[in-house]
């Protein structure tokens, strides 16, 4: 058989035109990196940091691409703050676009988790998360009551109790007086002894103790400042050692004489001395020995060689190194008013008027939240300038040609209290229940806060020790710290130091100069006993009057 010659060439065309055009095999796509659109916690677009959310979120993560479920369980993880893995469900929306997580079992209350998503996830192609995140979670506040509520006067009594205990239970078991923390050993503090002092005559008041229990702690630690304890020119220094009484350092010049910390031992010693009134022998040598001590304090050689301002301190070997002149307005008027009221060592009124009202930021009159303050820094400063001296010293009535110290205390709370419900830092938890920033504990340190230092922390003694000066706005704050927050902020020795919702931080510290004030002002608000007692002293009459007040008590 022959072939055609003619279709050779045709057969060959036909051959290379179906080689030509096959359909090759399909190259997979290359892997296209990817991004977080947004993530939703409870139904909500949120924010790197997430206050307020439930201990069942649903958290949804929305990305621009299908994720790899296998490199899901890596890559996305739930933690509490110290770290723990906090067990999820898993699901998956929208072609696998969104991933959902969901706590296996209920958060716990006002803690905080952090949610992770790393670079590593990889999306249905191949393509890694261009941007990672770490998303932090705050939870709810249990709301619930943690122990059952009962009247305000029995809350105010056990509030009152349960702080005495700082001062009695914790005394320093040698020389009777405060320590200045729970963790401070033997290290006792001079000015918050003088606070523990006059708890024992509001004790005795309410039958926490007998007088006679009073009587013989009074007698162990006027005998202790007396005999034992080492005083710079009748002054004390601000820690002693309650077993030696030698001075322990508050830093390395402050050695020696404390002048503002021996004021408030003094308030509480001639308060104490104006209770203990009975013609016995046990009380009347203790009057004799509180004067002793009292007449023994050289207020006038703290005037450094004459001048018309007092110093904070001296030192027998450092002299006035550490050179604080004692200006207001801040905690301490009360060195002035017993500086004057010295029948031995006295000051006179221009110390006060030069010195104490000379410095530049004395008089205010600005006004903050609607409230004129008339003395002291911009918003006030921290609350404890409105507590220390006026645990003793009665504001009720009190005036003189600055100001009316009773508009003076009760406005700068009320601009504290104002500035915290409007929140301006928008810190989780402020409110009218949750407010009050004076010195306190913080975390890792320490701090006056106040509206111009404020770090988000609270402070239950500042606004319970506020309670004469606005009762209500007290007594709101004082049964949510101990209903609500109880679990967390009320122990052995009444309410703990301090608190930061935001950071679900909760101090285990008490202070003297904190729990303090809490119980004395709860009482000169119930009854004015600390008032009463303090500015009945003949001296304090006649030294306030010198400086120039007047007040239906003098």
């Excluded at 060439?9 to 030509?20: A, D």
């Excluded at 301002?309 to 008013?337: A, F």
């Excluded at 009124?349 to 409230?371: D, I, L, P, Q, R």
């Excluded at 510290?509 to 729990?515: P, T």
């Amino acid at each position: 058989m022959k072939i055609i010659p003619f279709l050779v060439p045709l057969c060959m065309l036909w051959v290379g035109c179906v080689k030509k055009g096959s359909t090759p095999d399909p190259q997979p796509p290359a892997p296209v990196n990817f991004s977080i659109n947004n993530w939703v916690i409870d139904n909500v677009v949120s924010q790197n940091t997430q206050f307020n959310v439930s201990i069942t979120p649903v958290t949804k993560f929305r990305f621009n691409a299908a994720i790899d479920r296998n490199t899901v369980a890596a890559n996305i993880t739930f933690k509490t703050n110290a770290g723990a893995a906090v067990p999820c469900n898993v699901n998956y929306e929208n072609g696998d676009s969104i991933v959902v997580l969901q706590p296996s079992s209920p958060l716990g209350y006002l803690s905080r988790y952090i949610v992770s998503v790393a670079t590593t996830l990889k999306s249905k192609n191949g393509g890694h998360l261009l941007s990672g995140n770490d998303i932090t979670l705050m939870t709810i506040i249990d709301s619930s009551r943690k122990f059952p509520v009962i009247s305000d006067d029995a809350l105010l009594d056990l509030v009152e109790q349960q702080t005495f205990k700082y001062f009695w239970d914790f005394g320093h078991p040698v020389s009777g007086l405060a320590r200045e923390r729970n963790t401070s050993g033997d290290i006792v503090t001079s000015g918050g002894s003088g606070f523990g002092i006059m708890t024992i005559p509001t004790a005795i008041s309410r039958n926490f103790i007998t007088r006679a229990q009073g009587l013989a702690r009074m007698q162990t630690i006027v005998a202790f400042l007396k005999n034992t304890a080492v005083k710079v020119k009748g002054a004390f220094p601000h820690w002693l050692n309650g077993n030696t009484g030698a001075i322990v350092p508050f830093s390395t010049n402050d050695n020696g004489a404390d002048l503002v910390e021996t004021s408030y031992l003094m308030m509480g010693l001639l308060t104490a001395r104006q209770y203990f009134n009975l013609a016995d022998a046990s009380e009347t040598t203790l009057r004799s020995d509180i004067n002793t001590l009292y007449n023994n304090v050289e207020w006038d050689w703290f005037r450094q060689g004459g001048q018309n301002v007092l110093y904070w301190h001296y030192s027998n070997d450092k002299g006035w190194i550490m050179n604080m002149p004692i200006r207001g307005w801040n905690e301490c008027l009360i060195t002035y008013v017993l500086a004057a009221s010295s029948t031995t060592h006295g000051i006179p009124a221009s110390v006060y008027t030069n010195g104490w009202k000379g410095g530049t930021g004395f008089v205010n009159g600005n006004s903050y939240y609607g409230y004129t303050l008339p003395l002291g820094p911009s918003f006030g400063g921290p609350l404890f300038f409105e507590h220390y001296s006026f645990l003793g010293i009665n504001p009720t009535g009190l005036a003189d040609a600055s100001a009316n110290y009773a508009t003076q205390t009760k406005n700068h709370t009320l601009i504290n209290y104002n500035y915290c419900k409007a929140n301006p830092n928008n810190y989780f938890g402020y409110s009218d229940s949750v407010w009050g920033l004076t010195a306190s504990d913080i975390q890792n340190g320490y701090t006056a806060s106040s509206p111009t230092n404020d770090v988000g922390v609270i402070a239950p003694t500042a606004a319970i020790s506020s309670i004469p000066y606005t009762p209500a706005e007290s007594m709101k704050a004082l049964k949510f710290f101990y209903y609500v927050l109880g679990d967390k902020v009320w122990g052995e020795y009444g309410f703990k130091d301090a608190f930061s919702l935001k950071d679900a931080w909760f101090a285990n510290s008490y202070l003297a100069i904190d729990q303090g004030p809490i119980m004395l002002m709860i009482e000169n608000y119930r009854t004015g006993l600390l008032w009463n007692l303090f500015t009945s002293c003949p001296e304090v009459k006649t030294g306030m009057l010198t400086l120039g007040f007047t007040a239906p008590y003098l």
